[in-house]
């Protein structure tokens, strides 16, 4: 089965500085693999997707994210976090013929200023 | 687009009583899927549906919890009788298919926050 692991809890980084939050699965194939952002309130909002191809993939809000097979990640990267990117984080994966997005726990993130 | 539309945004309810979360997909979209989370369970799928029939309903918690699309721009998902442990925000998200196919991204409304005392 699926599974995804954010084995962040919490990060706090300072405006301005860069920021790389961790995504693991567990698939046998090559999933479809996703990052999604929640603000407080909101639903989810989605910041990149990797299907195939390059491994590098840029999303919205100057996100990017690597997938490596090598080490099962898929980690979410900015080069300098704004406040308003504090929010919570979550990694997802979908495997097989299903779409079924399996969720991690999440990566609550908190800029100082 | 007005995205995936939910109602209500928030609702309180007294333990027992019926609840009936409503969700408008994006036009056009054939997949939809209603979440919960939970600060215990985090985002959990509770069932979806493609081309209006449900494809998958594993992640039901139980007969308490009935979710129905009498076509492609409703569905509703039905808490009967409710608990206070039924408490969550439940978020609805549609797709223009399986994403095992066409690597279609999933769209989120804004979710209904249901308390239950």
């Known amino acids: 089965a699926q599974s995804v692991t954010q084995p962040d809890i919490h990060i706090t980084v300072s405006e301005g500085a860069s920021l790389e939050l961790r995504c693991n699965y567990s698939?046998?194939?090559?999933?479809?693999l996703f990052w999604y952002v929640q603000s407080p309130g909101q639903g989810l909002q989605l910041l990149l997707k990797?299907?195939?191809?390059?491994?590098l993939v840029q999303g919205i809000k100057g996100f990017e994210a690597e997938f490596k097979r090598s080490q099962s990640s898929f980690n979410l990267r900015k080069p300098s976090v704004h406040w308003s990117d504090a929010a919570e984080y979550f990694c997802?994966?979908?495997?097989?013929?299903?779409?079924?997005?399996?969720f991690g726990t999440g990566t609550l993130l908190a800029v100082q200023p | 687009d007005a995205g995936v539309i939910q109602s209500p945004r928030h609702e309180v309810t007294e333990m027992g009583q019926e609840v009936t979360l409503r969700c408008k997909p994006i036009?056009?979209?054939?997949?939809l899927f209603w979440y919960r989370q939970t600060m215990m369970r985090g985002l959990e799928l509770l069932i979806y549906?493609?081309?209006?029939?449900?494809?998958?309903d594993s992640g039901m918690p139980e007969d308490r919890f009935s979710a129905k699309m009498p076509n492609a721009s409703f569905s509703t998902l039905k808490i009967q009788p409710s608990e206070p442990r039924d408490s969550a925000v439940y978020f609805c998200?549609?797709?223009?298919?399986?994403?095992?196919?066409?690597?279609?991204?999933?769209?989120f409304g804004p979710g209904t926050r249901l308390l239950v005392l």
């Open positions: 998200a549609s797709s223009r298919g399986l994403a095992g196919e066409l690597g279609e991204t999933q769209y």
């Open positions: 698939y046998g194939a090559t999933p479809y």
């Open positions: 990797y299907f195939s191809g390059d491994t």
């Open positions: 997802a994966v979908i495997g097989g013929a299903t779409n079924k997005l399996i």
């Open positions: 036009s056009g979209h054939n997949s």
């Open positions: 549906f493609n081309n209006n029939v449900p494809i998958d």
